[in-house]
């Protein structure tokens, strides 16, 4: 961290998340964006509606699972998702497609060790391919743990 005379100045990325999982960015000019009460306020990313809503999704299965719901937008509306965690109690292969009305298109594969995970963020988000598309998974093997956050528009 370098510092001037007002104070630290921040170099680099910096790739932090807020308690309830939101990420942190640097806003245009380099800085942090930060509310009047004194907290930071998480900067959404460019390919986000300006109208859409900040949300979080938990999705848990036991055992192995075969196109579970992760998330479902409502009518008129696209998942963004901004943070990924994904955790498996046994080695699995782990896939999320999006529900595209032509046929399922992934957007995330990989191959898990036992008791392990992966915690994702996405900076521009990823986003559904079209309205009302659910966000699904598919995992081979063990018990499955997904926390998402992002914004639905």
Known sequence: MA?????????GGLNVTTRNGKPLTL??????????????????????????????KYYTNAGAVTDGIVWSP???????????????????????EDDLT???SPVFKMEFASNSGV??????????????SDLLITSTAGNVYVTVTGWEG
Do not use: M
Not at 76 to 92: D, Q
């Open 27 to 56: 806003d245009d000019d380099e800085r942090l964006r930060v509310t009047p009460d004194g907290s930071v306020s998480p900067v959404t990313p460019s390919n986000v509606p300006a109208d859409a809503v900040a949300v979080k």
């Open 119 to 132: 915690a994702l963020p996405f900076d521009p988000a990823l986003f559904s391919g079209e309205d009302a």
């Open 74 to 96: 409502a009518s008129g509306k696209r998942w963004y998702v901004g943070t990924l965690f994904i955790g498996v109690s046994a080695a699995s292969t782990v896939t999320l």
């Open 3 to 11: 510092t001037s005379q007002d104070g630290p100045t921040i170099v």
């Open 102 to 104: 032509a046929g399922d």
